[in-house]
């Protein structure tokens, strides 16, 4: 019964949608103000609809529903709810939905904000949105219809993914990625907007664009992050990145929507690289399309791959239509966005940014072609190749030694030109820095030169961008009397962007610090174990307590109790599992992490004898992994702080902040030199 | 492993004491057990040449995993057959060309840089190489530009 | 909108498009095996599970591929945990026992499995015609580059692997391979014989040993 209703939701949806873009069309075509907001309309009737659809599937996997496709393919009774709620997204269909559900409420959110916004911009965009929209709807009704109702009716299912139903971070996983995603949808339709409009010369439209770039790129820094967390979690190998397909397909974009955060700064300001801009906006949307297809059609193995279907097909006709439709409004357009460069000196911050962009779509191409690359091996020599961790770790690393450089020389710089002492004053000290920490590394042992280069870099660009926050916290200290916090707190409220900015380029070196130690640093080894024998890592030291089992609705679990002994005592357990679930060969590894600041001790459970006499652990000691996750943390806060509007300037709101007078002491100060053009 | 032997081991588990006599070689096999010594090379040289080619070749029961972090069972047989080889003096050459025989090309995630793998390899120096004479060229470009705009004024 | 440039940059998309078109023909999870034209590896494995009259050996007995020369062997990797294996273990012990008179030795390998798992598991699924070896340290499994269970493969007379199934087999598969390897057995006439599989063609080598692929 709600199957048969929420499936004519999404018919009805479908239509709703189809009406919406041919009014939208019309509307603004004709100058039927009346039919603009019909299409408007629709945008927010399809949410609802599909927001209707939606919570009756969840409704239909509360309940056991198994008349109704999808719940049969994922749903089971002893699956305990929430990962039976979580499994909404656990398998395509399910995962087309959610994507319909977010792009529906993305569509809304902008249209609603933008509804009073003249000219045809908001409209043309509104009509993208729902063209994309329209797509998903084809495949809800069509192809991936998870309402399709089964006969004779199975009195249970087999439940999710075993690897899905394993950590909670799936519950937060998927959800952000789709929010990263599909947000990227939004820069897009402005884009489209402008174009079509003929507002692709303006300035104005790229701001619109640049703040809901700015909130995907959270949601996509954080759903990378915790995809990496999840992968080290569940996987058992004690990594947290391998360049699997759908690994690389979430990074792509990332890549090139954080290159256009950072050269649309050299649009607002200079009016320069309008025609590069618009490629970044619409390839990162591109990226996203073409990611999701290269991963749910089956065209890549991976990991964590869908079954393939028609549905590929249907997908390959959407990235035609997308590919081919982005190639020509950019190509159609590109002689009105030309613009006159100009540049006082080649030493400034606009080159940083050109150098940022240069390595960030370099780094873009390497990951998709070495992605693609074994699919045109096998086109043209006939052969099966893989492109592993090792081609893309020493293809990459020099890009990113770069990139981290660059994260300290490009808040030094003024734009425009430097004068020789400013770039003494601003470049010089944290050479300091760079030294302290690139020693720290060589003493502690590490060889590999690039490593050396990124703990070295790490250290200049940690003390460039902390002192910015430095030097506009102690102007206000000394030009306003103000306490240090309530200082910060104006700068950052000041200008949000910049120190936003600042804030994520520190969690990126918190990251970029937490790989190159856990990489550098790695030590490992397994055992067999009898119950009281200890395995010592790296001077760490555990002991197999005992092997135990027991059985839960949905599975059986094996598990090792295992006491970590420092001089004697001990100080922490650990419960390595296997989890094996009816529907899977092979078990599940679930591994435990007993984490510190200073690094990880990683416990997995590799086999076990059945009476229990043994067990076979493989223990890896990591530093500073969780310095990763905790850096990702501070990058999605420099997102936030990024992303909320300024407060306008010379309000009575905020007078102190906003006026800042000329200060006492004769530094660049923030007010003046940087941030909104 | 299994979800047959899963329960069995879960009744055994769960009554301890119980004794079943061992119907088969233990699963395990552990790899840091000295019982390998070579003649060519100490312990921890072999160790480290074994982890070299570990690390390069690809496991074929998991995904896009090299064998030397692959927590599969046959990943740690694997590893083991390596060790063993180098220990007998075969060239780290000569283990890759063995696993290469039995898989194919695919097992290596390095591909061969000859041939048309080279594209592969060239691409991401083109990719560098090309933008840096781009920004090189623009940046001259706008320069030059922006100092005859200050001639004219 | 300048279309003739918007049509000419349109054009890139093409071969990307066709590549992709492409790769949907292609199963990224089916990796052609190196193996067929060569030598099948050879072993000597502890048998584990005994088989049913008339092709029963003794539990502990060592079988010796070597030894079986000059007859066509059906060597299945195969394990108790293994959900695919199920489905194909009917047809098989139907084949094996419908061809037990002719110049075939079934074999079953017994990979990373314990012996007690893997009799309760063929008492559950009925019996198996044939007996099966022990691979415990997966050196077998390695030496035919094996990805997963269950694989099969077919051995000519001569001693060359002549073709690998990936996956399930299935009673046509069987059919023609087997029958097409009895025939070019030198009992039979020796002819060579080619074999066209699912996904891969090989030229069975013929029943002498300058076949090619030699090592």
Known sequence: MTALLAHDALIVSLLVVLLGAVAGTVGIRRQHADWVQVAFGTIY???????????????????????????????????????????????????????????????????YINRKRPGTLVPWAGVTLLVISLFFAIMLVGPANPFRTVFPVPANGPGPNPLLQNHILMAVHPPLLYLGYVGMSVPFAFAAGAMFSGEVASDDWIKLSRTWTMIAWGFLSAAIIAGMWWSYEVLGWGGYWAWDPVENASFLPWLTATAFLHSVMVQERRGMLKLWNLNLMVGTFVLTILGTFLTRSG????????????????????????????????????????TRGRLESAASRETVFLLNNLFLTAFMFTVLIGTLFPLVAEAVRGVKVTVGEPFFNRMTLPMITALIFLIGVGPALPWG???????????????????????????????????????????????????????????????????????????????RRRYGGYLAHIGVLFVATGIAASQSFRHESEATLTPGQTITVD???????????????????????????????????????????????????????????????????????????????????????????????????????????????RTALAPAAARAPVPAVPLPIPTVEGGEA | ?????????????????????????????????????????????????????????????????????????????????????????????AVKAYFVSKYGEWILLD?????????????????VLGGLAVVVIAVRKWTTAARADGAQT | M???????TALIAIPVLVLFAWGFTRDPNNIPSPLPGRMAPDFRLPVVTPGEPPTTLPVGDTVHLASLQGRVVVLNFWASWCVSCREEHVT??????????????????????????????????????????????????????????????????????????????????????????????????????????????HTLAPASPRARGTP
């Open chain 1, 299 to 338: 065209i890549l193995s991976s990991v964590h791959a869908f079954t393939t279907g028609p549905i590929g097909y249907y997908f390959l006709g959407f990235i035609a239509f997308v590919l081919i439709g982005a190639l020509v409004m950019v190509a159609g357009n590109s002689e009105k966005v030309k």
């Open chain 2, 111 to 127: 591909p061969t840089a000859h041939g048309f793998n080279l594209v592969l390899y060239a691409a991401p120096f083109v990719l």
């Open chain 1, 45 to 111: 009737a399809n949410f609802a609809l599909v927001t209707v659809a939606s919570l009756a599937m969840i409704y239909a996997l509360v309940t056991h529903d198994f008349s109704v496709s999808y719940v049969a393919q994922v749903g089971s009774r002893e699956t305990p709810l929430f990962y039976t709620i979580i499994s909404l997204w656990g398998a395509l269909e399910g995962s087309i939905l959610f994507w319909a559900w977010v792009l529906g409420a993305y569509s809304t959110a902008v249209i």
């Open chain 3, 2 to 8: 300048n279309w003739k440039r918007a049509s000419w």
């Open chain 3, 92 to 201: 098989l012990q139907q084949f094996a026992r419908r061809y037990q008179d002719q110049p075939v030795t079934f074999l079953g390998v017994l990979y990373n499995d314990f012996a007690a798992p893997a009799r309760a598991w063929i008492k559950a699924m009925g019996g198996q015609q044939y007996p099966s070896v022990n691979d415990y340290d997966a050196r077998t499994a390695i030496n035919y580059g094996l990805y997963g269970v269950p694989e099969t493969y077919f051995i000519d007379g001569a001693g060359h692997v002549a073709y690998k199934q990936t996956g399930p087999v299935t009673d046509a598969i069987l059919t023609r391979v087997v029958d097409s390897l009895i025939a070019a057995l030198p009992s039979a006439g020796g002819r060579p014989a080619t074999v066209r599989g699912d996904t891969a063609a």
């Open chain 1, 539 to 649: 001077g760490h030291t555990a002991r197999l307590v005992n092997v135990w089992g027991r059985q839960e609705p949905q599975r059986a679990v094996i598990g090792a109790t295992m006491e970590v002994v420092r001089n004697g005592k001990v100080v922490a357990t650990a419960q390595p599992k296997m989890n094996f679930y009816p529907t899977q060969s092979s078990p599940v590894p679930t591994p435990q992490v007993i984490s510190s600041i200073r690094g990880d001790l990683y416990f997995n459970l590799l086999a076990f004898d059945q009476n229990g006499a043994n067990a076979t652990v493989k223990l890896i000691v990591q530093p500073l992994v969780p310095w990763i996750w905790f850096g990702g943390g501070i990058v999605v806060l420099g997102a936030i702080i990024g992303a909320l509007p300024n407060r306008k300037r």
């Open chain 1, 417 to 495: 030109s430097a004068s020789a002492q400013v770039m003494k004053k601003k470049l010089i000290p944290p050479v300091g820095a760079a030294v302290v920490l690139g020693a720290v590394a060589l003493i502690t042992g590490v060889r590999n030169p690039y490593a050396v280069l990124i703990f070295a870099f790490v250290g200049y660009a940690a003390f460039a961008n902390v002192r910015e926050y430095w030097i506009g916290m102690s102007a206000r200290h000394s030009a306003h009397g103000e306490n240090w916090l309530t200082a910060l707190a104006r700068l950052v409220r000041g200008n």
């Open chain 2, 1 to 93: 492993m299994t979800h047959a032997v899963v329960l069995g081991a879960l009744l055994l588990l769960a009554a301890p004491g119980t004794l079943v006599a061992q119907s088969g070689p233990p699963l395990a096999v552990d790899t840091t057990s000295p019982a390998i010594h070579s003649s060519f090379m100490s312990d921890s040289a072999l160790e480290a040449a074994t982890t070299a080619i570990a690390s390069q070749l690809r496991c074929p029961v998991c995904r896009g995993e090299s064998i030397q972090d692959s927590p599969s069972e046959l990943a740690g047989e694997m590893r083991t057959l390596v060790k063993t080889k180098l220990a007998a003096g075969e060239s780290p050459a």
